[in-house]
């Protein structure tokens, strides 16, 4: 989960590189811009993949047992004659 957490705000950050690259600002502001969306997308998909996790862990506390053969293997005791 962390590392495509990171890889998405990477990605993000070398959009916003060449865009900014492209509309030709100036190297200083097309770094804070990386930056700042690098910082931004990290934040908000961090949080996501904590909620995730937590809605993960909380569901399977949850989650009633597996149904099984009851105790004794599952078979009828011997009936008496």
Do not use: C, D
Request: cysteine-free; overall charge positive; proline content about 11%.
């Amino acid at each position: 989960m962390q590392r495509m957490v990171n890889t998405i705000s990477l990605v993000a950050a070398l959009i916003a590189l060449g865009v900014s690259i492209w509309r030709e600002t100036g190297p200083w502001a097309a770094l804070k811009r990386a930056g700042i969306a690098y910082l931004a997308f990290f934040a908000v998909f961090a949080l996501l993949a904590m909620v995730f996790r937590a809605g993960v862990i909380a569901e399977t506390r949850a989650a009633p047992p597996p149904a099984g053969p009851p105790p004794g293997g599952g078979r009828e005791p011997p009936a008496a004659h």
